[in-house]
């Protein structure tokens, strides 16, 4: 049986920067990945639309990564593989019933534009205060929340802000957004501008915490953009593939690990479906939901009560939906044409249809008025079309699981699933609303692709129902209680078995933190040997 020091069970970004750093600092690493491409849910191809159109069918943006500590650590090894990032000075923007606005890297353009709203004093005071906070928040968002260097964070916060001011840290971290937009800004186009960021971290704004993540996505793409890698997210899995391969390690793609063998508590290897069988003498890592580690992988093994408990109640949140575009022109925004330029575009009515499309998602019913996330991936990256023409990459976020009704009465439930022909439908409804913003949407576009919960989860089996992020982020599930309210952070109940991915914390997104911590713990020397 081949042996390895390390096994990594899928390729999505946690797994490929684990593998990166740990084969770096010697260990001998295999990659395991069931889908015959590694990258989960980075997924870029040029066969979607038409020749010349390169689109990325899931993820897309890169703050993320480009923000955190694994491109820190392995920017030059990236590089060295042609790796290049582009970035814009105008990452997001929104249109709503109130008007438009664009948030740039500018930060004196982005205080004008607050200004301009009536909230200029209300942004520069925010931004301000958070950057007075943000090693903190990046802190808490980045930090093995189970190690003792975490404490370091909490004794920095408790100089800081004293006993009481820290208790009273806590309830401004679980604020939920909309009091706090409505408390802090007067113009509706302000609030519409910052709300929407919640929902790519799997909240809506009445959720607790949203107004935290709200500050710190706020934060973190005014001050540094929207970066995208020049030909897509493929290039970032390549060039970590590549320094995987480097230093030794092996990727391996169509192995679907059906068990992880376990001896006297310890895991030892793993089985493919195929019957093929790897031995690994140091660690797994496991990049699977809670669900599919515990019932599927472990299934057999001797697991505590609370462990099993937790993990079958881990649940999953609302489902993507993502349209992709191509056009033989830029749009024609009818707001502002420099929207344009701008790489996300919040497209709803306001801060109340925001709610309600959250809320009627949450219990099971389509929104009348969804929030439509209007990526333009072609405004910072011009390689990703033929010369003039562009392409949209189209999110919605507020989809039920389960379909029970429509609020706008117009879409029939039927047995509740995601069919080609409410997909369809849905997907027609959501053109049809941004038509009132892009004007020549519809008779611009050359070709179209739908991709539903159903198409999703076939493509990633983490995206459970179509969820992007693996796991709902709420916050009984996020932080020391993801992936499980029992669990002690990344370790297991199985000695040298590892749980990571966007099902664990610090959550979904391309930052590659799980994979980042994990191999950190893995590589770091022992001042002490027993
Ligand atoms: C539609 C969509 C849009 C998104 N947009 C963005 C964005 O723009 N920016 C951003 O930062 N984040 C975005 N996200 C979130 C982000 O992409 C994910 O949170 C992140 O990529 C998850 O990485 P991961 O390491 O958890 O692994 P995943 O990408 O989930 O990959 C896991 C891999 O493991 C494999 N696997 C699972 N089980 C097994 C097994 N038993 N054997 C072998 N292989 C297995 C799967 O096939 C898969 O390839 C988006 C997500 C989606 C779905």
């Known amino acids: 049986m081949e042996r390895s020091d390390v096994i990594i069970i899928g390729s999505g970004i946690n797994s490929l920067v684990a593998a ?9 690493v295999l990659v395991l990945e069931r889908n015959s491409q590694a990258g989960g849910a980075i997924k870029t191809v040029t066969t979607a ?19 955190g500590p694994a491109y820190g650590e392995l920017k030059a090894d990236l590089e060295a593989r042609g790796l290049v990032y582009l970035n814009t000075d105008k ?5 709503c019933e109130g008007g438009s606005a664009i948030l740039s890297t500018d930060l004196a353009a982005t205080a004008a534009e607050f200004a301009r709203l009536g909230d200029g004093d209300a942004w520069t005071n925010m931004l301000n205060e958070f950057l007075g906070k943000i090693d903190l928040a990046f802190g808490l968002l980045g930090a093995d929340l189970w190690r003792s260097n975490s404490l370091k964070l909490l004794r920095t916060a408790r100089k800081r ?87 030794g390690g092996t990727l391996i ?75 033989s022109e830029p749009p024609a925004w009818k707001a502002d044409a420099n929207l344009k330029d701008v790489a996300i575009v919040h497209v709803l009515d306001g801060m109340n249809s925001l709610s309600e499309s959250v809320n009627a998602s949450n219990r099971g019913y389509l929104p ?20 003039g023409k562009f392409i949209l990459w189209l999110q919605l976020q507020e989809n039920p699981q389960k379909i029970l009704g429509d609020l706008a009465g117009e879409i029939a439930p039927g047995d509740g699933s995601w069919s080609d022909e409410r997909l369809s439908a849905y997907a027609d409804r959501v053109i049809d609303q941004l038509s009132e913003q892009i004007t020549n949407l519809k008779s611009a576009t050359l070709a179209k692709v739908v991709l539903g919960p159903k198409q999703i989860e076939e493509m990633n089996k983490n995206l459970v129902g179509g969820d992007p992020y ?61």
Request: net charge positive; proline share 7%.
């Open 470 to 530: 693996a796991g709902d982020c709420r916050i009984d599930q996020y932080a020391v209680w993801r992936p499980l309210a029992s669990a002690t952070g990344h370790k297991t109940p199985i000695k040298g078995l590892w749980h990571i991915g966007a099902s664990t914390h610090p959550g979904p997104g391309l930052g590659g933190g799980s994979g980042y911590l994990v191999a950190k713990r893995l590589t770091q020397k022992r001042l002490f040997k027993r």
């Open 49 to 67: 639309t038409l020749p010349g159109f390169t689109h990325e069918l899931l993820s897309s943006w890169h703050p993320l990564f480009v923000g």
């Open 161 to 247: 802000f004293g006993n009481r001011g820290l208790v009273a840290t806590g309830a401004e971290l679980l604020e939920p957004a909309s009091p706090w937009l409505d408390r802090t800004f007067t113009s509706p186009v302000s609030k519409a501008l910052l709300a929407p960021w919640a929902l790519h971290n799997g909240l809506g704004p009445d959720d607790a915490a949203s107004a935290f993540i709200t500050k710190v996505i706020g934060a973190a793409v005014a001050l540094g953009g929207m970066p995208v890698p020049v030909g897509g997210g493929i290039k970032l899995v390549d060039a970590l593939t590549s320094i995987l391969a480097d230093n």
């Open 253 to 327: 793609t169509d192995a679907d690990v059906v068990k992880i063998n376990v001896s006297g508590g310890r895991a030892t290897g793993v089985k493919l479906a195929d019957g093929r069988e790897f031995a690994a003498d140091k660690s797994i890592l496991a990049s699977a939901t809670p669900q599919a580690l515990y019932q599927g992988l472990l299934k057999g093994e001797n697991l505590p009560v609370e462990t099993t408990k937790s993990a079958e109640s881990f649940r999953y949140g609302r489902s993507a939906i993502q349209i992709h575009l191509a056009l």
């Open 91 to 95: 990452p997001t923007g929104v249109v």
């Open 20 to 28: 990166a750093l740990l084969s770096k600092s010697g260990q001998k």
């Open 368 to 387: 009348k008025r969804p929030t439509i996330v209007v990526g333009q991936p072609t405004a910072v990256d011009k390689s990703r079309a033929p010369e």
